[in-house]
């Protein structure tokens, strides 16, 4: 099982999934405040790999689009308890992202080619039978602001116990191939 598949859940499914119905959104469209219960922080921590999620919270507005499409766009908040890299003491992050998605039937989604190479072109998220999962959506961009590498403010990484010194006298030391390169013929020698 490849590390995608063991972070994605099926549609709806995941920890905070949220579904809204294409059709329950008005033309003027429709505000949506959630914040998870506990149990779901918990797995999310999971997921997350940190200690603790706590005080996450996110808003988003709905606006409807042609084709049976779906915008979303709001902020969301949170905290994040991890280990740092540097004292291996915990540490919280704090979290507060803007955000703005369009969903789309997963037929037209499924249509886009992107280029191997293409980094910046975003897709559009997947609707299942006009339902898009607003939830998971908020979740994937709470999970890409959390630090791969936590330090704590002002920590130092020292190096690996050896001093300037011991570092300075190694850089000195002679390689074993400055031997060889005075073996090697110079241009008048040929």
Not at 1 to 17: C, I, K, R, W, Y
Not at 83 to 90: F, S
Not at 105 to 133: N, S, W
Request: hydrophobic share 40%.
């Amino acid at each position: 099982m490849s590390d995608e598949e063991t972070l994605s859940a099926p549609f709806g499914e995941a920890e905070m999934s949220l579904l809204v119905l294409h059709d329950e959104v008005p033309p003027h469209g429709r505000e949506i405040e959630h914040q998870p219960e506990a149990d779901v922080l918990s797995a999310l921590a999971g997921r997350f790999n940190v200690e603790e999620v706590s005080d996450l919270k996110f808003q988003a507005l709905l606006m409807p689009l042609d084709n049976n499409c779906l915008q979303a766009s709001g902020s969301v908040r949170g905290r994040v308890r991890q280990i740092c890299g540097v004292t291996l003491e915990p540490i919280w992050t704090e979290i507060d992202q803007q955000f703005s998605a369009e969903f789309q039937p997963q037929e037209l989604v499924a249509k886009y080619i992107v280029p191997e190479d293409d980094f910046d072109t975003e897709l559009p998220e997947a609707m299942q039978d006009g339902r898009a999962d607003i939830g998971e959506m908020v979740t994937q961009v709470f999970a890409m602001e959390i630090p791969a590498y936590p330090r704590a403010e002002g920590a130092e990484f020292a190096g690996y116990g050896q001093s300037e010194i011991e570092i300075e006298a190694e850089d000195a030391k002679q390689s074993p191939f400055a031997a060889l390169s005075a073996l090697k013929p110079t241009d008048g020698d040929a």
